[in-house]
Each structure stands twice: as structure tokens, then as C-alpha cells.
């Protein structure tokens, strides 16, 4: 059985959730959400160097599998206090919420130009480059300036264990390992050297997500609509308004591959490439019953 929980970030810095490499792009675009698999990261991060004071590379290993095995979580999406700014493929084109794409990147993104410099202090040939970012302040309509934040939802197995301490969930939504606030604190997505991805855990942000738990060995959720609100792993069955993407991702070791090599070299594994509907995408089925995989992406029931 399974426990769910929202969680709430706030974003101390811009965030960047980067796609895989445009050959020859020289902007980065973030994605306008955080998918499953980069909060498991963070949380393997944060659990490992917190247990070892020295940690290694299998250390980061042995905790992500036993996270993997442990928790489940929902992608998260921005969300200003009122609104939760989920994508939606509609007649009208791809909205945020209830605004259009156009308004969302006006309200809640923005980029930073950088180059690189040589030692005679001038900018190297063909280094120029553009950083896409979630914003961590935003104006609202009434011309105030707020933070932003982001939530979701952490599933956590019942009488979960990480080494021999027990999980805990606490009445503030905090994920507790001997009193250790995992979630306290987290470095998301990409571009950490330039002080991107610190989010702070913020429990009075927290809202009802909108799915359901279905109480079952598995990791099974509802959802009242059939706009999905996480990749979908893409069925040539099934009609649907929206868009289909090549999946994939980096990391130290591919974690869907039991065994796989692990590398000290970050991002140096990329795991298998595979189809899945987008974030957003109407998926014109019967069941809106879903099971969630260990990095937040769906499967049909």
C-alpha cells in the first residue's frame, strides 16, 4: 500500500529542466514543468550524502534503487498561490492553466544569455549560448511581485525503509528519515552552476493535486479528465489530441537497466529513448486509470 502527499517547492533561484541537446541550438529550453524522474534524482542525492559523510558512487546507486523501490513521484508544475499551471493541447492551442502559452512565458519565464572567455578576456569563438528558466518571481495581475512555486505529489510505500531507518510522514507533509527532512531543501534540473534549481520546501503552498489514489498493491492513480498531467507511455491504439516525444534522459547509470555500468562522470548515461504522449496530450480512452512508474511517467492500467 501506498501513502500520497502534495508537496510544495519554492523557488529560491530560476529553474532549468533542460530537454536533450539540440545539435547545433544555441538556446536551451526548459521544459515549463518537472518531470518525476528529477525529483527521484534530487531526493537519491540528498538521502545519500545525508547517510554517508564521504559518499561514493555506488553509494548514490544503492539509495536511488532503494528510493525507486519506495517512492513514487507525480511531475510537478508551476503554481502561483491560486492556480496550478498544468499544459492542456485545447482548440485554442497549447494552454497553462487557463491562460495561453504566450501569457505563461510572459508571466513565468525567462532566459539569461552567457559566453565564454578566454584567457585574453575576449569571448571564445562560437561560444555564445541562451538558458532558458523558470522564473523564481513573478508579477501578478495586480502588479505585485510573488514567488513561484511548484507542486505535485510524493508517494511513499507503506513502512518504507532507506538502510534500516524507517520512513516517516509527518502532519506537515514533511518525508522524515530519522528526524531528516528529505525534501527540506533540493537542487532541481540543470545548470546548477549558475545557481539554478534551489527550491525550498514550502508546506503552507500545499493544495489538493488533482488525482486520486487507488488503493492497490501497485502504484495506481485516478484522474478526472482525460487530459494527462505526466508522460504516458504512447499506445498506437489510442486517439489523441496533443503530441507524442522521444523520452529519454542522463544520469551516472541508466536506472531502468538492472546492473548497468556506473560512471563518476554526471549525465554520462543515457537511458533507452522511448515514445510517450506529452504533458497535456487529450487521451481519448476509456480508462483514466493510470500506474505510476518510479519516475513519475504513466502507464495504462
Not at 188 to 198: I, P, Q, R
Request: net charge negative.
Amino acid at each position: 500500500m501506498w501513502k500520497d502527499i502534495a508537496v510544495s517547492f519554492k523557488l529560491k533561484s530560476p529553474l532549468h529542466i533542460g530537454y536533450m541537446p539540440f545539435r547545433g541550438s544555441v538556446i536551451s529550453p526548459t521544459r515549463y514543468y518537472v518531470p518525476g524522474r528529477n525529483l527521484w534524482g534530487a531526493i537519491t542525492k540528498r538521502i545519500t550524502e545525508h547517510l554517508y559523510e564521504n559518499p561514493v558512487d555506488n553509494n548514490y546507486k544503492d539509495i536511488g534503487a532503494t528510493v525507486k523501490d519506495n517512492f513514487r513521484f507525480s511531475y510537478l508544475y508551476v503554481y502561483d498561490g491560486i492556480n496550478i499551471y498544468f499544459p492542456l493541447y485545447t482548440e485554442q492551442g497549447l494552454k497553462y492553466g487557463n491562460i495561453s502559452r504566450s501569457e505563461f512565458e510572459h508571466r513565468f519565464i525567462g532566459s539569461q544569455i552567457s559566453t565564454a572567455i578566454d584567457s585574453t578576456g575576449t569571448a571564445k569563438n562560437a561560444s555564445l549560448h541562451e538558458i532558458e528558466f523558470i522564473n523564481n518571481k513573478f508579477k501578478d495581475t495586480n502588479g505585485n511581485i510573488k514567488d513561484v512555486r511548484i507542486i505535485g505529489c510524493v508517494w511513499v510505500k507503506e513502512n518504507a525503509e532507506i538502510g534500516d531507518k524507517t520512513v516517516i510522514i509527518s502532519d506537515k507533509a514533511e518525508i522524515l528519515i530519522d528526524g531528516f527532512n528529505v525534501i527540506e531543501e533540493l537542487i532541481l534540473g540543470g545548470e546548477s552552476k549558475y545557481g539554478f534549481g534551489h527550491v525550498l520546501f514550502d508546506p503552507s503552498g500545499s493544495v489538493k493535486f488533482p488525482i486520486e489514489s487507488v488503493k492497490a498493491e501497485e502504484c495506481k492513480i485516478e484522474i478526472n479528465d482525460n487530459y494527462i498531467i505526466a508522460h504516458l507511455k504512447y499506445d498506437k491504439t489510442i486517439k489523441f489530441k496533443g503530441d507524442i516525444e522521444l523520452l529519454t534522459g542522463r544520469g551516472y547509470y541508466d536506472p531502468k537497466i538492472s546492473g548497468s555500468e556506473t560512471s563518476n562522470k554526471p549525465g554520462s548515461a543515457i537511458s533507452k529513448p522511448e515514445f510517450y504522449f506529452s504533458p497535456g496530450t487529450y487521451v481519448d480512452s476509456r480508462s483514466t486509470t493510470y500506474i505510476v512508474n518510479w519516475d513519475g511517467t504513466w502507464e495504462f492500467d
